[in-house]
């Protein structure tokens, strides 16, 4: 996995949080637990896209979506 060293500052109470979670769930790193944590951030940003794709189907559309074909198998 290609890799990005990034230092950052964070106040010292999520900096207890992440050792705390670290030990408490056995994770290798500080790194691993704040990976897991923006992976799940990312997932919900990409579950708000995809709603608001969703919002932007045409119904319409699935009543064309066989085409008139009574069976699609191929």
């Known amino acids: 996995m290609n890799t990005q060293k990034l230092s950052v500052s964070i106040p010292k109470q999520l900096y207890e949080f992440?050792?705390?979670y670290q030990?408490?769930?056995?994770y290798r790193s500080r790194?691993?637990?704040i990976?897991?944590?923006?992976y799940l951030l990312q997932?919900?940003?990409?579950e708000a896209c995809y709603k608001e794709a969703n919002?932007?189907?045409d119904e319409a559309f699935d009543v064309t979506?066989?085409?008139g074909l009574d069976d699609e198998t191929w």
């Not at 030990?23 to 056995?26: I, K, L, S, Y």
């Not at 990976?35 to 923006?38: G, Q, T, V």
């Not at 997932?43 to 990409?46: G, K, M, P, R």
């Open 65 to 67: 979506s066989a085409d």
């Open 55 to 57: 919002e932007e189907i």
């Open 43 to 46: 997932q919900v940003q990409l």
């Open 23 to 26: 030990a408490q769930h056995h």
């Open 35 to 38: 990976n897991d944590a923006l």
């Open 18 to 20: 992440i050792e705390h």
């Open 31 to 33: 790194s691993e637990v």
